[in-house]
């Protein structure tokens, strides 16, 4: 069982809204990830940090903003939903992918801006 | 920039046989490892197999196996003795051996359906 959690599993929120998505590892990971990802679609990497006080974005643009003040942490805010920000968040943890290492995956956030 | 292209969108099977998922990336790096990953409907993603790029031997796990053919940038996932449960997601995954810069680069995945 992956120790990566996710909270909310799902959330309903109005435009305008400022909503931030939790994300903890209790594996000790330095690099965390936050894919964006439409149902049963490709996976969008929209953040990703190396560790502590580290982030950088990722390969889709969002208007999402990440921190990463502690290793076990890596919340994801919005400061201002949309409908276009309707999606699946997913977060993930790992050790160093470029030597074989396993990336864990969180059971995701269903965003649902109306 | 490396690149991963999953050139199957949907895939069928019948129980019991065997189907093989496509994969071409592209990369300029000789040291990276490749991943499968399954999304099963509704649940979490998780590793079905990985295979280091200096590893001539194709990587098998159980009922899965892959063929990696460094040459032409393929890594093609065969399942054997398909089950229901075999049913999801399959995303072909690239991780370059960067050090501390690594990170993975996904396909756009392929939806394999096992039918009865």
């Known amino acids: 069982e992956a120790d990566i959690y996710q909270t909310p599993r799902y959330l309903v929120i109005g435009t305008g809204k400022k909503i931030t998505l939790e994300c903890s590892q209790t594996?000790?990971?330095?690099?965390m990830y936050w894919y964006q990802q439409d149902p049963g679609m490709e996976l969008h990497l929209i953040h990703y940090?190396?560790?502590?006080?580290?982030?950088e974005k990722g390969d889709l643009s969002s208007e999402s903003t990440v921190s990463r003040i502690r290793t076990e942490h890596f919340p994801l805010t919005l400061e201002s939903a949309r409908p276009s920000h309707t999606s699946q968040y997913l977060c993930?943890?790992?050790?160093?992918?470029?030597?074989?290492?396993?990336?864990?995956f969180g059971q995701g956030t269903r965003l649902t801006v109306v | 920039a490396q690149t991963v292209t999953q050139s199957q969108p949907e895939m069928s099977v019948q129980e019991a046989e065997t189907v093989t998922l496509s994969c071409t990336y592209d990369?300029?790096?000789?040291?990276?490892?490749l991943f499968w990953y399954k999304q099963p409907p509704s649940r979490q993603m998780i590793l079905v197999i990985r295979?280091?790029?200096?590893?001539?031997q194709n990587a098998t796990e159980n009922r899965f196996s892959v063929n990696f053919q460094k040459a032409a940038k393929s890594f093609s996932l065969k399942i054997s003795d398909s089950q229901l449960g075999d049913a999801a997601m399959y995303f072909c995954?690239?991780?370059?051996?960067?050090?501390?810069?690594?990170?993975?680069?996904f396909g756009t995945g392929t939806r394999l359906q096992v039918t009865l």
């Open positions: 990369t300029s790096e000789s040291d990276y490892y």
């Open positions: 940090s190396y560790g502590v006080n580290s982030t």
């Open positions: 993930a943890s790992s050790e160093q992918p470029g030597v074989g290492s396993e990336a864990f």
């Open positions: 594996m000790g990971h330095d690099k």
């Open positions: 995954a690239y991780a370059g051996n960067t050090g501390t810069a690594s990170k993975l680069t």
């Open positions: 295979q280091e790029a200096y590893k001539q």
